[in-house]
């Protein structure tokens, strides 16, 4: 339960900077040139794993960073769990990451959760959206023929994208408790041209299940950054 604190701690000190900054659609109010995704991964893999491959081509530019707060959705079949899609929201920390004291204090907080996120994620995201600052709802759709993940951000009066996998590694830190790191590459939409997901916390099923078609929600919880 500690990390509610923390989590709680990040959310009092943040909340001015949040309100001041945070706008609608997907460009955050504050300068973010500072902020390198490479330097990220390498902190929060806590150094055991080379991830540079999440990071989008160069000629990218970084338009949002946020934290994601759901579930990963699964489905029995033939005894395995299998990922039927994701529910969470998605709120802004692009300029809480531009204060170093803040964003160290958030991602300890997000290394923790996994202990706690039933009750953490719920908390969290009710801090978030009283703190006005929720970017977006993210799911998945299948209308293009197969199931895809879609970060929808009408909810801010922005716009959408939907991605295709382009990088998928296991979490550097318990794998077996938290779901993968990813980049994605926007295939529909206008929000982003590339997607990643790193630092998560939970979302892994247990390793096998007895009863067929039955349906389980894991919390989890994870950063994601935007590119244009």
Same mark, same amino acid.
């Given at each position: 339960?500690?990390?509610?604190?923390?989590? $709680?701690?990040?959310?009092?000190?943040?909340?001015?900077?949040?309100?001041?900054?945070?706008?609608?659609?997907?460009?955050?109010?504050? =300068? !973010?040139?500072?902020?390198?995704?490479? *330097?990220?991964?390498? +902190?929060?893999? =806590?150094?055991?794993?080379?991830?540079?491959?999440?990071?989008?081509?160069?000629?990218?530019?970084? !338009?949002?960073?946020?934290?994601?707060?759901? %579930?990963? *959705?699964?489905?029995?079949?033939?005894?395995?769990?299998? =990922?039927?899609?994701?529910?969470?929201?998605?709120?802004?920390?692009?300029? !809480?990451?531009? #204060?170093?004291?803040?964003?160290? #204090?958030?991602?300890?907080?997000?290394?923790?959760?996994? #202990? $706690? #996120?039933?009750?953490?994620?719920?908390?969290?995201?009710?801090?978030? %959206?009283?703190?006005?600052?929720?970017? $977006?709802?993210?799911? &998945?759709? %299948?209308?293009?023929?197969?199931?895809?993940?879609? &970060?929808? &951000?009408?909810?801010?009066?922005?716009?959408?994208?939907?991605?295709?996998? @382009?990088?998928?590694?296991?979490?550097?830190?318990?794998?077996?408790? *938290?779901?993968?790191? @990813?980049?994605?590459?926007?295939?529909?939409?206008?929000?982003?041209?590339?997607?990643?997901?790193?630092?998560?916390?939970?979302?892994?099923?247990?390793? +096998?299940?007895?009863?067929?078609?039955?349906? @389980?929600?894991?919390?989890? $919880?994870?950063?994601?950054?935007?590119?244009?």
């Amino acid at each position: 339960m500690h990390c509610i604190f923390k989590l $709680a701690a990040f959310a009092l000190a943040g909340l001015s900077a949040v309100s001041a900054f945070s706008g609608h659609g997907t460009q955050p109010h504050c =300068n !973010i040139s500072s902020i390198v995704l490479a *330097n990220s991964l390498v +902190t929060d893999s =806590n150094g055991l794993q080379n991830l540079t491959v999440l990071v989008p081509p160069s000629n990218a530019s970084l !338009i949002q960073v946020t934290i994601g707060f759901g %579930t990963q *959705n699964y489905s029995c079949q033939s005894g395995k769990y299998v =990922n039927v899609g994701a529910l969470a929201q998605v709120f802004d920390i692009s300029c !809480i990451e531009n #204060l170093s004291v803040i964003s160290s #204090l958030l991602s300890s907080g997000i290394n923790e959760l996994e #202990l $706690a #996120l039933p009750s953490v994620g719920p908390f969290a995201a009710k801090l978030a %959206t009283m703190g006005g600052f929720k970017l $977006a709802d993210h799911y &998945f759709d %299948t209308s293009s023929g197969s199931l895809a993940p879609v &970060f929808n &951000f009408a909810v801010s009066k922005g716009g959408f994208a939907i991605g295709k996998k @382009l990088q998928d590694l296991p979490a550097p830190v318990n794998p077996q408790t *938290n779901v993968d790191w @990813l980049q994605l590459q926007a295939v529909a939409g206008d929000a982003a041209k590339f997607l990643v997901r790193e630092q998560t916390a939970g979302g892994q099923p247990p390793a +096998t299940c007895a009863t067929e078609g039955k349906n @389980l929600e894991v919390p989890y $919880a994870a950063k994601y950054w935007f590119f244009g």
